[in-house]
């Protein structure tokens, strides 16, 4: 049975709490993704900023030099590579983000985005429960 790890992406582009705005904006520009772990000195995560946190600011010219630390969202979904991709899943569908950090021993090594595990789902053998029938079994009779 696969899991996170056989489907992630090493390494995860990551943040300091520092970086700028602006400069974050590039990055996500760059890397075409549309969130970002910011991370500790130590690797840890500290919080995820995303494209619609720095829609409200970025317009803003005098908040374009300010740290991203202002504008991330502190509370982080996260994964651990052994993780089942159902519950993987279940996480991006509950609370309708497009990416998980994925940690281990409590340091970043990777991200796992829909996109993978939408692919992943389509090109395996593999099989993947409903992440939302497991959650809530009575959908299942909707099937």
Known sequence: MSCVRD?????????????TVAEVVRYLAEQHVSSI??????GEVIGIISEMALLDVLFDRAL???????FMEHHVHVVHPDDSLT????????????????VEN?????IIARR????????????ISDPLIELIPSLAQYK
């Open 7 to 19: 489907i992630m992406n090493r390494p995860a582009f990551t943040v300091s709490a520092s970086t």
């Open 37 to 42: 772990p910011v991370i500790s000195g130590q």
């Open 64 to 70: 374009r030099d300010a740290p991203v630390s202002e």
């Open 87 to 102: 519950h993987a899943a279940q996480l991006l569908a509950m609370y309708g983000i497009r990416r998980l950090p994925v």
């Open 106 to 110: 409590g340091i970043i090594v990777g």
């Open 116 to 127: 993978e595990l939408l692919c992943f789902a389509l090109d395996s053998a593999d099989p």
